[in-house]
């Protein structure tokens, strides 16, 4: 069947007074319905970048200069400001943007905020809107009379809960969490990717979700995209990339993947500083770093490819020796 959204060769820049950042290059990745997806990467990588293209909301310098998004099928990235807004904002797609903490209005009751959401987007009755507030509430956890609180009131990790809930209120098809759990406490993170998890199931939604903590992935996904420099490095069911990744990149973070005796560690663990995109991004944004990297590398941009007939697909030239490479001591041969 036809995936729920399809990302297309995107490529976004940014213009700045300094020339333009070349943000993402070239990215590639499908969502189907239903679907509980991560999109991982360290900072600087792109990941915020391409969800707030999803939704047509970069910021005022940046622009999708290639590629498409579909929904369904329907190209997305061309619609006016109009369009989005009234058929595919928060009604299809749900947004939660990185560090979200403060986008309830602090000094309205929620179940009033609920209200008014209804009346703008919908036309549910004042009693549907609280109900459905109600529900939502104890999909993440939050008991339902809470509602008639306001923001304030609430602990950080339960302010993230509520936007959660508010992002879901009009009955999306997609939801994108931007690093919904960064800014908490190890026992509410683990505790909303629960609830995430929950809603996928009964809210019937497809989830992304985006972090630079690899372990949430492997925790939680059923696949993931893996960026680095603004390029797809590697896509696919998440227990084949555990299994046997195909690019250095996640070679090295599921090295770094902690055993449970070991407290979870990021991907700090990879040494050295991310290329520049100040120009055209015709090389492998990982060579500068990678333990294996050839002349080859540097030459032109590696294209994703599929690793086998699996759901796997790589953008390293080398994939087929990572394993082996792997076993041996680091070589860079350039
Ligand atoms: P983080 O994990 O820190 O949130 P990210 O993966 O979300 O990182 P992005 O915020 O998408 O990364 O940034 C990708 C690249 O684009 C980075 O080089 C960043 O500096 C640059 N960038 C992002 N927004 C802008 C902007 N408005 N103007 C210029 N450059 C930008
Ligand atoms: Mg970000």
């Given at each position: 069947s036809e995936p729920l959204l399809e990302i297309d060769g995107l490529d976004i820049r940014y213009e700045t007074k300094d020339g333009e950042i070349h943000a993402v290059t070239d990215a590639s990745f499908a969502i189907d319905t239903n679907e509980f997806f991560g999109l991982v990467g360290e900072s600087g990588s792109g990941k915020s970048t391409i969800a707030k293209s999803i939704i047509g909301g970069l910021d005022d310098n940046g622009s999708v200069t290639a590629g498409e998004i579909r929904f369904r099928g329907e190209p997305i990235h061309s619609m006016t400001e109009r369009e989005l807004s009234e058929r595919i904002r928060w009604k299809e797609i749900a947004y939660i943007p990185q560090a979200s903490m403060n986008s309830l209005d602090p000094i309205m009751r929620l179940d009033k905020q609920a209200v008014e959401l209804a009346k703008v987007h919908t036309d549910w009755s004042k009693q549907r809107a609280i109900d459905r507030l109600t529900e939502l509430f104890e999909v993440v956890g939050l008991p339902g009379e809470r509602i008639y609180e306001y923001p304030h009131q609430f602990s950080g990790g339960m302010q993230q809960r509520a936007i959660i809930a508010f992002s879901l209120f009009l009955e999306p098809s997609l939801l994108i969490a931007d690093e919904?759990?960064?800014?908490?406490?190890v026992i509410m993170q683990d505790q909303i990717l629960t609830h995430l998890k929950s809603i996928q199931e009964e809210e019937d939604v497809s989830i992304v979700m985006i972090t630079h903590d690899i372990s949430v992935i492997f925790e939680n996904c059923d696949s993931m995209a893996v960026l680095h420099g603004g390029q797809v490095s590697e896509l696919g069911d998440v227990t084949r990339m555990f299994d046997s990744p195909s690019h250095p990149y996640s070679y090295l973070l599921q090295q770094a993947f902690p055993d449970i005796r070991h407290p979870k560690r990021d991907l700090s663990v990879i040494e050295g500083q991310p290329p520049q995109l100040q120009d055209e991004v015709d090389y492998c944004t990982f060579a500068n770093r990678c333990p294996w990297s050839t002349d080859e590398c540097v030459e032109s941009r590696p294209p994703l490819q599929a690793?086998?007939?699996?759901n796997q697909y790589t953008s390293c030239i080398r994939y087929d020796e990572i394993e082996e490479l792997g076993h041996r001591s680091p070589e860079n041969t350039r």
């Open positions: 919904p759990t960064t800014a908490l406490d690793v086998g007939d699996d």
